[in-house]
């Protein structure tokens, strides 16, 4: 992280501030088709991400491109409806800065979402698997580059990158909501032309269970910044790679996601709705 980056996050948080005053506790990222949640803010300020100085801007489709800021299960939260992905051209830095924001905001508690590809043969399009723990293949850190001491350390440690006992209750809480809460290994590619029937094989033979193209440089940041973090893929399409591999379509991705999403929602609920909330 070079000085310009730390001006681009202070530049964002004075333009955050320009809008609200809120100092969200709960950070929460909304991957491909799961941008509803955002509906469920209440007292929300909506900012466009052009209206954040230092953002880079977002161009995925099924991604909106604004940070929402309000009340969620009882808890101040902030959402990002649209992230940033490597194979929109964003640099690593870009792609994680949103990150060191929240954090500059308040946040103490990350939840990644993201839409993936199956991996694991048991998996179904639709269901929902907690992240246990990630395989960065995008041959790419968002640390690369001096590091800015002020935000942690040089070397992070990542052996609990998915912080076990968030990953517990949130076990339960699916229990609770009566959502098959699947769990596993996401890899991170950088796309944007989906894997090989090969590749999909490989990456199953290394132990992933899941595969996409975002979440890991945010992951890293968080690391770097110790916070803990939550992550759930929504699986949107059989990717085995076996002879039985359908053509991948984004209109399949959508769809499932918007299914797995829906769980996603009421595990979240489960899990963070303070008692009387
Ligand atoms: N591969 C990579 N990214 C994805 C996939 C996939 O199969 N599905 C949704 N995002």
Redesign the pocket.
């Known amino acids: 992280m070079d000085a310009s980056l730390r001006n681009r996050i202070d530049a964002a948080v004075q333009s955050i501030r320009g809008f609200t005053g809120a100092a969200p506790e709960l950070g929460i990222v909304l991957g491909?088709g799961l941008g509803f949640l955002a509906d469920e803010v209440g007292q929300a300020v909506e900012i466009p991400y052009g209206a954040i100085g230092g953002f880079p801007q977002s161009t995925a489709p099924g991604h909106a491109g604004r940070l929402i800021v309000g009340s969620l299960f009882g808890r101040t939260a902030a959402l990002m409806q649209g992230r940033f992905h490597l194979y929109e051209g964003h640099s690593p830095a870009n792609v994680a800065l949103p990150i060191y924001v929240l954090a500059a905001l308040g946040m103490r508690e990350l939840v990644v979402t993201?839409?993936?590809?199956?991996l694991n043969g048991d998996f179904d399009a639709g269901d929902v698997m907690m992240i246990t723990d990630h395989m960065n293949f995008t041959g790419s850190n968002p640390l690369i580059g001096p590091n800015e001491e002020s935000m942690g350390p040089r070397f992070p440690d990542m052996s609990r990158a998915y912080a076990p006992d968030l990953a517990r209750r949130a076990h339960e809480a699916a229990r609770r909501a009566s959502v098959d809460l699947r769990a596993g290994i996401y890899a991170a590619?950088a796309?944007p032309a989906?894997?090989t029937s090969a590749e999909?094989r490989f990456f199953r033979m290394a132990g992933a269970d899941a595969?996409?193209?975002s979440t890991v440089h945010e992951v890293i940041a968080a690391a770097h910044l110790g916070i803990p973090v939550l992550g759930l893929s929504a699986i949107?399409?059989k990717?085995t790679g076996g002879p039985d591999q359908q053509p991948?379509t984004i209109e399949e991705?959508l769809e499932n996601?918007g299914i797995a999403g829906a769980k996603i929602g009421r595990i979240l609920a489960a899990l963070f709705q303070k008692a009387g909330a």
């Open positions: 491909s993201n839409a993936a590809g199956g590619v796309g989906l894997e999909r595969i996409g193209m949107t399409n990717a991948d991705v996601a």
